[in-house]
Structures are given as C-alpha cells and as structure tokens.
DNA sequence: ACTGGTTTTCGCCTCGTGGTCGAAAACGTG
DNA sequence: CACGTTTTCGACCACGAGGCGAAAACCAGT
C-alpha cells in the first residue's frame, strides 16, 4: 500500500528531493538580535538576501551538512550553539525544482566578531531585508526559539561573552527577548540555577564612577535544561 | 562556493534523497503509552516492525504527506494531534539508498480504539519489539516529547476521551508520564489554567461504592502552551 | 437505620520561585 | 567631603504547586 509521489522532482528519480540544510545564525547587537545573510549571487533570487546553508552531502547527517556550509560564511568556532529549528517542506516555498531545506539555529557571542565575506552582512531582524524564499519566516522562527529557551535553560552561554557582568548580561538578555529585563532579577534566577558563578573579580567602573561590578561567567558551555517545567513533577522531589 | 555531495544517492540526481515521512503515535493503553507500528513485508528489514509513514509526494508539505499515510494505518479522524518532532538523517541510519526523514508525534485518545489493518498492532513502550532503522530511538524522542509537554501545555485533551472524571486523567497522566500523579494537584493546576472545565453531571460510582465524580472535559482541543514558563517576564504582566 | 469501607472533593498549610522596591555599598567628580 | 552614579543586597509580596487530612457522598452488610 506504499503510494508514492507521482510527479516527483524536476530532474532526479520520482519522490526524490533536493536537500537544503539552512541557518539562522544570531548575534547581539546593540539593542536587538542580528541574523546573518548573505545575498544570493544566482538565480533564483539573485540579489536577494538568503540564510546561508547549501546542499545535504552524502556523507553527512544534516547537522554535520550545516556546519560544512556555515564554515564558508563564518569562523564555526564562533558559533557557541547549534541545534535544529525544523523542516520546511511546503511544495511552494520556492520556485521549482522543489526543494526541501532543515533549518537550524545558531548562535554567537557578542564579544566574537567574526570576519565575513563579501556577500555577507549581519542584518538587524526588526528591519530585515527582503529575503529569497521562506527564510524571513525561517529567521522569525528562529528568533522566537532564541526567546523561549532564554527562559528555561542557560542558552544565555551562547550569546554572552566569556566573562561578563550583570548588567552586561542585563542589556544582553533585555535586547534577545524584546523587553527590559530587572538586573537583580536575572541575577537571582540565573545563580540559583547554578549557571552563573562569580569569578571573584570586579569590572573597573564606568567613566561616570558607580560601585565596579563583580565578573561572572556562565558554569557550563553546553545547553541545559534548568527550569524542570513547572507542573506535575514526580512525587517527592523538590521544586 | 556552493559545495554539493558528489555522491549523491543512489537511483537519482547527485544531491538528492528519497526523503520519508514517519509517525510516533501513541495512545495511553493501561498504565503505559502504546505506540502504532506495522510489520514490514518487504526487504530492507522485512519482518521487522516499524512506524507508519512512507514518501514524501510532490504535490504535499511533509505535515500532509504523513496524514496521507497514516490514514492507510488508522482513522485519521481519531488522531487528535499532529506535530513535527525533527529530521532524521544519519547518512546509515538505514541500509542504502540513503534515505531522509521527517518525524512527527500523533496521539489518539483512549477512547477511540481504531481499527488497524493485519500488519499493524499497538506495542507497549517500555517493551518494544527489535525495530526497523532507528524507529526505536525515534520512539524514544516522541515519548520524551510527550511526557514535556503535559507539564507545560493543554496536550492532555489529545490522550483523554471526550469526558472523563478526575481519577480516570490522573490515572491517563500517570501512564504517559511514568511517575504516580496526585489527583488533588492535577485537579488544580488544570483548572487553574482552564484547560479543564466541569460539564456539571456526575459518573455512576464504582463497583464498591464511593462518592460519584464530577465529569470534566478539556475547554480547548488545539494545542496551547498554558504556563508561561517561569522566568524572565516582561515587567508589570501578571504571572 | 446504622456502621464500616471506599472514593472523591475541598480546604489549609508549607515551600519555592519570581517580581518589585528601596536601602546600602562602592566607586568617581567637583 | 558632599553629590551623582552604578551595583548589590535584603525585605516584602504574590502566586503556583505539592502534601495532607478532613469532609462529602456513595455502597454493602448487619
């Protein structure tokens, strides 16, 4: 009862699809996030501005393929975190021949600035271009993914630099989620999680004087889960 | 600098893959969840068991192209949910030609006991028969998904019948979650966040008696994220 | 009827978490 | 040394959730 497509795609065997790997790679800057583009030099959509990834390999899982193709774009060792966002798949989400792309999400701390190529640029995401395809909605996706996990796990590692103060992170957090965020707060949350430890030293003040700041950096490089959801946990265990 | 795999699959063009779309569905029988697999009659791993799916067709996004396959598996009218879980696509994860994957979790209520063809039967997770390619991780991550999103969504209402007590949903949530629920709590937290309201009548009592039951039903049969995770908040919104 | 067993329901308590606010600490400058 | 600035810390409050036990509402026997 196996049915299979019927048409298939334009050049290979029936039900057989060329395979994109794509990613959106956000940075803090300033006071929003940035995503990294580049602007396509081929049809289609040439000139237009795209998520950098390229063609699934055939030695290479997807997630293998996307850091092949990010390295052309940026230094990988930049980029903190990669994990997978989805399958984009609508058979109209390009011109034909119909493509099938696996979007990830990428991050990179403020205090790395990778050099670029030519053709790429980091494009602020509340006035993003017009962009090849699918991949504004890819990047809004993206974005909100950055934003839930902020709140429930230490993805914070990923986008801050190696040592930091509060209210770096402060300005760090208020500009990823979209609203001003309580420095005593973040702090707070974050230490009782255990993902921020002080390093014991201070940050010389500002030019304008004011107590210097203690110097944290984040306990662990690799994401965690560090809210057990709120509800319905196994019985005797603490919150 | 477009680098494509050189190898490309095996029938087709250089760069394309079949790609395949495969369902986790699982249905709460007795105290653990039960997840749909068929026994493959024809080789690679014929005579194994594996999950519903099949090819992507030309003309469908992958979210409709494993509704159309699951309908050869079971009503589709009975599976109350449907989402995408990820991208499976370990280059041998299977035997050649290479094949791609999209994963997607359906759950079907205990009150809905479909009608399933000769090859297909419900297997208790926690005693999965040996299975095809990596169906048995995919299993996995499915169940994983599931049991995150009772504590944090209004899910429960795709695992419950129409109506149900609130003995009958703790008992529903036990299973699925592998861990003793208290009633009084799941109660609470449920109506709290209004995903549970009374219909005002009462069940019949048990065999041995007992105070009837208020019956209950789920306000929403769409997915919706009720707890706005812990942390981090925009300023001045309530809880 | 009354008693005992059973199941459900509800109220009360505690605890942990997070939001808010304001005071105190620690710096610069005039 | 007074003042502005920035950071830090403690106090307070609200709320959500887990735990527990009493009360409610039923059945079966005596």
């Known amino acids: 009862m196996e049915s299979v497509g019927t048409q298939g795609s334009a050049a290979g065997e029936p039900g057989t699809y060329a395979h994109d790997v794509l990613a959106v790679v956000l940075r803090i800057t300033g006071v929003v996030p940035s995503v990294l583009l580049w602007q396509r030099a081929r049809e289609p959509h040439a000139g237009r501005w795209s998520l950098p990834g390229g063609r699934l390999g055939?030695?290479?899982?997807?997630?293998?393929?996307?850091r092949r193709h990010l390295a052309e774009k940026v230094?990988?060792?930049?980029?903190?975190?990669?994990?997978?966002?989805?399958?984009?798949?609508?058979?109209?989400?390009?011109?034909?021949?119909?493509?099938?792309?696996?979007?990830?999400l990428g991050l990179v701390p403020t205090d790395a600035d990778p050099a670029v190529p030519g053709d790429t640029a980091w494009h602020r995401v509340d006035a993003?271009?017009?962009t090849a395809f699918d991949h504004g909605a890819i990047t809004r996706d993206g974005v909100d993914r950055l934003r839930a996990k902020l709140s429930y796990t230490n993805i914070g590692f990923?986008?801050?630099?190696a040592e930091f103060t509060v209210s770096e992170l402060r300005d760090l957090y208020a500009a990823a989620l979209g609203h001003r965020v309580s420095a005593t707060n973040l702090q707070r949350v974050l230490t009782r999680r255990g993902v921020l430890v002080p390093t014991g030293e201070t940050a010389a003040p500002g030019p304008a004087g004011g107590r210097?700041?203690?110097?944290?950096?984040?306990?662990?490089?690799?994401?965690?889960?560090?809210?057990?959801?709120?509800?319905?946990?196994?019985?005797?265990e603490p919150g």
């Open 128 to 130: 993003l271009p017009t």
């Open 212 to 236: 210097p700041a203690a110097v944290f950096r984040f306990s662990e490089h690799v994401l965690r889960v560090t809210d057990p959801f709120a509800a319905l946990r196994p019985p005797g």
């Open 158 to 161: 990923a986008l801050a630099p």
């Open 75 to 104: 230094d990988l060792a930049e980029v903190a975190h990669v994990e997978q966002l989805g399958v984009y798949s609508d058979p109209h989400r390009g011109p034909a021949p119909r493509r099938v792309a696996t979007a990830f």
């Open 58 to 66: 055939a030695d290479e899982d997807v997630e293998a393929s996307v």
